[in-house]
């Protein structure tokens, strides 16, 4: 079994659900290179719990986990089935840290409005992991380099927030704006992911200065970063997508995590063709 690519999804506004436009499409692209996954497993910035849990469920619901938005957008439905069996394998997986099996989440935002466009037939395994937020920045890491051992199981790996995530300060009326120090942290977290030997220093991100401190008052959207980072093989290839911020502070820089081989046949495939 082929070695899974690790995404790291930018996922913004709710309403890239229903869009099309730069940034849903290139979801679909980041997928276009990776085979076809036993199951997916999503780690989202809006699952936050006490403690960890995974959902093992036949059949996830779609939760609408948002208020003031178009009816069209609590329509959408991503009948995607789940997996108690793979649940039990992520457990297994995460160990010695205990796992819930949860079978009241679903699939919420954060994941469906992602995989509509990766993965629209919505036929494949979809689980997500919860985010204990009572543990250190470095926990998050850890749980990360204990689901990389999935990755050679067939499962893909996702990561859902984003980098810099200030409501507080966005510019709805520009979206075209960038605020001055969303764009240094956004290029600061991008230089050490390319790096590789500094991606380590991402997790105690509110040592990194005010830059760090502003782009994110919350960690709700960060978190997920940690598990990627922590899910990276020192042979991966790194492909960024659409690193640009939106609205003063909202970054939508989206990338990959490939195994290298992998990456050196798609590009030899491509040449050929």
Known sequence: MQRMPVLFIGHGNPMNALDDNVFTRSWATLVDEVPIPRAILVISGHWLTRGVAVTAMEQPRTIHD????????????????????????????????????????????????????????????VLQLSIDVTQPLAYHYEMGQRLRALRDCGILIIGSGNVVHNLGA??????????????????????????????????????????????????????????????????????????????????????????????AVAESDAIMA
Not at 86 to 91: D, H
Not at 219 to 248: E, N
Request: net charge negative.
């Open 170 to 263: 966005m510019d709805w009326s520009r979206p075209e704006r960038v605020f001055d120090w969303a764009e240094r942290f956004q290029s600061l977290v991008r230089q050490s992911i390319e790096d590789g030997a500094e991606q380590r220093k991402l997790v105690d991100f509110p040592k990194l200065g005010l830059d760090a401190q502003r782009s994110i008052p919350s960690a709700d959207h960060y978190l997920p970063l940690l598990y990627v980072l922590g899910s990276r093989d020192a042979s991966d290839t790194v492909a960024f997508s659409t690193p640009v911020c939106i609205h003063g502070s909202l970054s939508m820089l989206s990338f990959s995590f490939t195994p290298t081989k992998q990456r």
């Open 66 to 125: 948002f208020g003031a938005f178009p009816r069209a957008l609590f329509e959408v439905q991503y009948p995607a089935p789940g997996s108690p069996e793979i649940a039990r394998e992520i457990a297994q997986a995460l160990a010695p840290a205990s796992v819930k099996m949860d079978l009241t989440w679903g699939l919420d935002h954060g994941a469906w409005s992602v995989l509509v466009h990766a993965y629209p037939n919505a036929q494949i395994p």
